[in-house]
């Protein structure tokens, strides 16, 4: 079987490809870099973090991107011995504009070299390319509609690509305004027996998100929608544990079976928030004598379990709990600072902006995959100024975070201070009475119990002592705020100074281990 999710913790907007006995999936990373996460399976059940498709500054630059801005949705495919990765790097997004350039880059292997971007359109988000069986290649992408009395989601638009030249020619044509249930987004086409499909996300990415199909016999529609739409949604059923279910693509395994990942969350015990973000599960889907699609078995719920393929099981290795500073399991928001200094066993950041900067921060961060886990690290760090700090943060964006530190006070000397965003909104929770400390040199540690979250220290890696009283980790949410959120929960390390003096700081080792597989 197939336990769901199949990547779970921030790994959103799956599109799948699949190249021979390999199959390939990518997903949205916003403001993080690198950019797009690809995953790597040769069986649907066991996936491994295999690289990241923008993982160079030639590549992606996402300096003072808004939270939620960045890569959006990429669209990943293989024709020729190309892989084609079509996204967006959303520049603003919460005003009635959006600025929404869609870029293209093209690798021989899924683990590059990419080429250079070339800037397609900018009509709207999440561009994708359809590559015909006469040779003909399609551009696909949403087209953002700000103008008073008009539904921002104005529908699906189609336009040659010419692959030779890296652009598009002809007319935009938008051959689908979506259906009832409105908000058409993420179009992924297909084709089979004749007839062009035309796969949509719809609902919006939160609870009443859904996968919508529609067909026609003609590429530029009209597009006939699916008699039992959605073909998957969680909407009107909140007992369900996947729940956010849309936003999906589909593949063909080599045995002719036919599955469809797709985007889902899973909130926090009693209550809709999820901490963990937008994960990626996967369905296992059928045709049926009508040409149509649907769900294997009953209903258009996302199940918890689906049916393996009839493929030889691979599994991969484990990543290790203290996984190497080097490894691909990090990331940083934004840049790839140059105050992150990294080697395998030892990490140096140098004191850098604020946590909640949208420009350069010295952070190196894992993300968070299950409800219940504890993370851990050693910290050497000499500040001698209020405005320098250091330590481990749990981190949903620069509007939400836990963060416990070790600075400097004129009072106490060298200590420690919790800082808390929640929603933009500041808080100090140990208030004027932070911890004092005799050393410069002490372990940091943080529990997460679902809702709960406690920040602990010590000078020995053996007694821990509590560090303030619990704080609320379902903040750390997309669900919670004024502020559009699409990301998830990171475990990270952390260095500010505030002075511009780059006081540094030395970390040596992250160990991240999950309690409780959810």
Known sequence: MIKNPILPGFNPDPSICRVGDDYFIATSTFEWFPGVQIHHSRDLVHWRLLTHALKETRLLDLKGVPSSGGVWAPALSHRDGLFYLCYTVVHQHEAATKD????????????????????????????????????????????????????????????????????????????????????????????????????????????????????????????????????????????????????????????????????????????????????????????????WLYLIGEGNSPANEVAAPNLPSHPWPTTPARAPFDSIQYATPRLPSTCVIRKPEKLTLQGSESLESCFEQAMLARRLTTQQAAAKTKIQFKPDSFQQMAGLVVYYNNHLF??????????????????????????????????????????????????????????????????????????????????WGFTGSFIGLACQDLTGGRQPAEFDFLELVELQND
């Open 100 to 291: 929404t350039p869609n870029f293209l880059v093209t690798s021989p292997s899924i683990e590059g070299p990419w080429s250079d971007p070339v800037m397609i359109n900018a009509s709207g988000f999440d561009p994708s390319l359809f590559h015909d069986r006469d040779g003909k290649k399609y551009w696909l992408n949403m087209v953002w509609d700000h103008r008073p009395n008009k539904h921002p989601f104005l529908g699906i638009a189609l336009q040659p690509f010419d692959p030779v030249e890296n652009r598009l020619t002809g007319k935009p044509e938008l051959i689908f305004k979506g259906s009832e249930i409105g908000l058409t987004e993420g179009p992924h086409l297909y084709q089979r027996n004749d007839w062009y499909y035309l796969l949509t996300a719809e609902g919006g990415t939160e609870y009443e998100h859904a996968v919508t199909l529609a067909r026609s016999r003609n590429i530029l529609g009209p597009y006939e929608i699916h008699p039992a739409n959605p073909i998957l949604t969680s909407n009107g059923h909140p007992n369900l544990k996947l729940q956010k279910a849309g936003h999906a693509s589909l593949v063909e395994t080599q045995t002719g079976q036919w599955y469809m990942p797709h985007l889902c969350g899973r909130p926090l015990p009693d209550t809709q928030r999820c901490n963990l973000g937008r994960e990626t599960a996967i369905q296992q889907v059928e045709w049926r004598d009508d040409d």
């Open 402 to 483: 836990h963060y416990l530190y070790l600075t400097y006070d004129e009072e106490f000397g060298t200590c420690l201070q919790i800082h808390s965003c929640d929603d933009g909104t500041s808080s100090f929770p140990l208030a004027e009475h932070p911890v004092s400390v005799s050393r410069s040199e002490l372990f940091f540690k943080v529990e997460i119990d679902h809702c709960r979250l406690q920040f602990f220290w010590s000078n020995d890696d053996q007694t821990y002592t509590p560090v303030g009283d619990e704080l609320d980790a379902s903040i750390l949410s997309d669900d919670h705020g004024k502020h």
